[in-house]
């Protein structure tokens, strides 16, 4: 999935739960960061996407990084709302026809959750299609409503 949905899906989340603007940018840093991973591919191969930092150990390692860049608000916290936002990410990308390493390092196979119901990438695109434009639907409902938490800088916060 695009990483504006993965932004939107986790912004209209926090929205909805009326979460502090300060956690609202570790969830939103969080929607993103497994795709940390793009850049690395160039290095180490094309197959590198989807595979450790879409894992359950690689989520819990950059749940870590999270709560140590935030760590004066507390770790805790920043390391809670970083695995849930983190967590958001292979799920939502888990209704595309990529597969993912979830369970690297012990495996490395690739897993596709939604095979079981086509075999045909037509579906996967459909089913794509659907969850975005719901995620865009409840934005901009949100936003007409102004029920979305207003974003700003992160640097604008005393973290």
């Known amino acids: ?30 929607s993103i960061f497994p795709d940390v991973d793009i850049p690395l591919s160039l290095v180490f191969g094309r197959g590198f996407h989807r595979g450790p930092t879409h894992s359950i150990v690689g989520i819990l390692i950059l749940a870590v990084v999270l709560g140590l860049i935030f760590y004066k608000k507390s770790f805790k916290s920043s390391f809670n709302i970083g695995l849930l ?17 979830w369970f690297w390092p012990f495996s490395n196979e690739k897993i596709v959750i939604l095979t079981m119901f086509s075999s045909k990438h037509y579906f996967f695109f459909y089913i ?32």
Request: glycine share 2%.
């Open 85 to 101: 936002a983190l967590s958001t990410h292979p799920l939502l990308d888990s209704i595309l026809p990529w597969p993912i390493e």
């Open 128 to 159: 794509y299609l659907i969850a975005v434009g719901i995620i865009l639907a409840l934005t901009y409902l949100l936003w007409k409503k102004k029920k979305l938490i207003p974003i700003e800088p992160w640097f604008v916060y005393k973290i």
């Open 1 to 30: 999935m695009d990483w504006i949905s993965h932004f939107l899906f986790v912004w209209i989340c926090c929205s909805l739960l009326k979460v502090d603007k300060k956690i609202l940018t570790v969830a939103l840093m969080g």
